[in-house]
């Protein structure tokens, strides 16, 4: 099936799935939950049940947009495949994220962080996978100065990057048993591999220069 159709569906399916549930949610809806999968945060139910879908049409659009007008689009068309696949599962991870919302408010029961991290690895994994596709271009991927500036930093910062990031996505699945830790499974790794891999692409064009 042509993605962009697919991802039309899912967002067509939220907007569904948001009025049939409208009148079972409460005046204020939790929208925000600590580390600990504990709701502390609320929003109005009108904001509660709509936002997700407007903000999950309104980030497909802009990515599907994106390789349009970036000066390198010409090397996007070369992961266009995998680029369209992961704007898929990123619609898919913000739906079930909505579905989990929507669940929660209902009064069904369950541990937030431990539901929630299937998702996490799943998305981190197929970020990784576009990572280690992707060709150089100035919207998608690891963009330092470094990697924007050589195809061979970024070749070799996005096939370092594209194994970090499914390590996450690993991670997220291994968290799953922890779930008063799950919060740094996850984050604490983003953080730290995030920063790496910039000093990694510097010191790469160093030796390339």
């Known amino acids: 099936m042509n993605k962009k159709i697919l991802v039309?569906?899912?967002v067509v399916?939220?907007?569904?799935?948001?009025?049939?549930?409208?009148?079972?949610m409460p005046e204020q809806m939790a929208s925000h939950w600590n580390f600990k999968g504990e709701a502390d945060g609320y929003t109005s139910r009108e904001f509660g049940v709509f936002f997700f879908p407007f903000l999950i049409s309104l980030i497909a659009l802009l990515l599907f947009f994106v390789?349009?007008?970036?000066?390198?689009?010409?090397?996007i068309e070369k992961f266009k495949d995998d680029y369209e696949m992961f704007i898929v599962w990123f619609t898919v991870f913000f739906f079930y994220l909505y579905v989990l919302t929507l669940l929660w408010n209902m009064?069904?029961?369950?541990n937030m962080n431990m539901v929630l991290m299937p998702g996490f690895g799943l998305f981190f994994y197929f970020i990784g996978n576009l990572i280690e596709k992707a060709k150089r271009n100035f919207f998608i991927g690891i963009r330092t100065p470094w990697t924007l500036s050589?195809?061979?930093?970024?070749?070799?910062?996005?096939?370092?990057g594209g194994k970090l990031y499914k390590t996450i996505g690993i991670?997220?699945?291994?968290?799953?048993?922890?779930?008063?830790?799950?919060f740094f499974f996850v984050f604490i790794p983003i953080i730290i591999f995030s920063i790496y891999l910039v000093f990694y692409s510097y010191f790469q064009f160093k030796k390339e220069s």
């Open 8 to 10: 039309s569906l899912i």
């Open 13 to 24: 399916l939220c907007f569904v799935v948001g009025f049939y549930s409208y009148f079972l």
């Open 150 to 160: 050589s195809d061979k930093v970024w070749d070799k910062t996005h096939q370092l």
């Open 107 to 110: 009064g069904i029961a369950f």
């Open 67 to 75: 390789p349009k007008i970036d000066p390198l689009k010409k090397n």
């Open 171 to 182: 991670l997220a699945f291994i968290s799953i048993f922890f779930s008063d830790y799950a």
